[in-house]
Nanobody
């Protein structure tokens, strides 16, 4: 069983920065594939950015087109934590951000129903 806990959300102005964290508890090894999703009011949950561990020292990253070049996803396996550095945020980045992990499968950019473990979410609000 994997427990995921997000933190770092809050209110940020357009053009500003924010860093989200996702701590994986309940196991000693970070999930191989772990990603960020978001859901805005009235919209479906969507993939934002994700990672897939390749070997002990490297991992693959993937991004949604809407955030590529502005957001950076990273992971620190020693701390069992994944991060999302959000720069140059826009109003449309406002959403609840979720951390999710896959029990099987290796592709980060997948449908939400292909993920098995979810955090409770953290609210990010971008003001103009």
């Amino acid at each position: 069983q994997v427990q995921l806990v997000e933190s770092g959300g809050g209110l940020v102005q357009t053009g500003g920065s924010l860093r989200l964290s996702c701590a994986a508890a309940g196991r000693t090894v970070m999930p191989r594939t772990i990603s960020w999703f978001r859901q805005a009011p009235g919209k479906e949950r969507e993939f934002v950015a994700g990672t897939r561990q390749i070997d002990a020292n490297s991992y693959y990253t993937d991004y949604a087109a809407s955030v590529e070049g502005r957001f950076t996803v990273s992971r620190d396996n020693a701390k069992n934590t994944m991060y999302l550095q959000m720069n140059s945020v826009k109003f449309e980045d406002t959403a609840v951000y979720y951390c999710a992990a896959r029990a099987v499968g290796v592709v980060p950019n997948a449908r939400p129903d292909e993920y098995d473990y979810w955090g409770q979410g953290t609210q990010v609000t971008v003001s103009s």
